[in-house]
């Protein structure tokens, strides 16, 4: 299976983009990168995923590198609601599992 | 709209004793996922049905596991016997049609084994 590595915290001043990436080297030709969140205890909340493409919707933007080993999610203008747990999970070859590592803890500072 | 809805939010009980977990996925979703959350071991997924019928339950722990779709808008997950173990936050997911539609989680059901 296809493994992500992020890194495990970041800092990011509100107002300014946030910037989380995302390494998964071994990512098959047919795995989507994800993007989910979980803020404290809740459940995981979709933000963004993608193929190949760019992506962009009203919450963020993704950015896939050309040999898709990597990607990074862009909060354009970070709040400090958006301090949250980050993760890029890959769907699992080509089934609807979704593989989770450990994620990004981002903390968003006034 | 509705969002996947879970129950209890909170239970606790003693060790031994049987547990049941609901779901009540989004109205029209036919994807639905059980994951456990722990410290140790993060988020990963325990089983995913499609149409209610099991696809993949590799995620099973052991056979104190069970999982059951009846119908579109209701599954279980049942723990027999329970141990202290098995006290994590358990999540449901559900999405539509295919990988490339999100999953959409509910609030989970945190468990404590005492």
């Known amino acids: 299976d296809a493994k992500t590595t992020q890194p495990p915290s970041m800092d990011c001043a509100e107002g300014r983009a946030a910037n989380l990436p995302c390494n998964h080297s071994?990512?098959?030709?047919?795995?989507?990168v994800y993007w989910y969140r979980q803020i404290h205890s809740q459940g995981p909340q979709y933000i963004i995923h993608?193929?190949?493409n760019n992506e962009t919707n009203e919450m963020a933007s993704l950015i896939i590198t050309e040999d898709r080993k990597s990607s990074t999610l862009i909060l354009p203008h970070a709040t400090l609601r958006d301090t949250a747990v980050y993760y890029c999970?890959?769907?699992?070859?080509?089934?609807?599992?979704?593989?989770f590592g450990k994620g990004t803890k981002l903390t968003v500072n006034p | 709209d509705a969002g996947v809805i879970q129950s209890p939010r909170h239970e606790v009980t003693e060790m031994g004793q049987e547990v049941t977990l609901r779901c009540k996925p989004i109205?029209?979703?036919?994807?639905l996922f059980w994951y456990r959350q722990t410290m140790m071991r993060g988020l990963e997924l325990l089983i995913y049905?499609?149409?209610?019928?099991?696809?993949?339950d590799s995620g099973m722990p052991e056979d104190r596991f069970s999982a059951k779709m009846p119908n579109a808008s209701f599954s279980t997950l049942k723990i027999q016997p329970s141990e202290p173990r098995d006290s994590a936050v358990y999540f449901c997911?559900?999405?539509?049609?295919?990988?490339?539609?999100?999953?959409?989680f509910g609030d989970g059901t945190r468990l404590s084994i005492l």
């Open positions: 997911a559900s999405s539509f049609r295919t990988r490339r539609s999100a999953q959409h």
């Open positions: 109205s029209g979703h036919d994807y």
């Open positions: 071994t990512i098959s030709g047919n795995e989507y």
């Open positions: 049905f499609n149409n209610n019928v099991p696809i993949d």
């Open positions: 999970p890959l769907t699992q070859g080509g089934s609807e599992k979704l593989v």
């Open positions: 993608g193929l190949k």
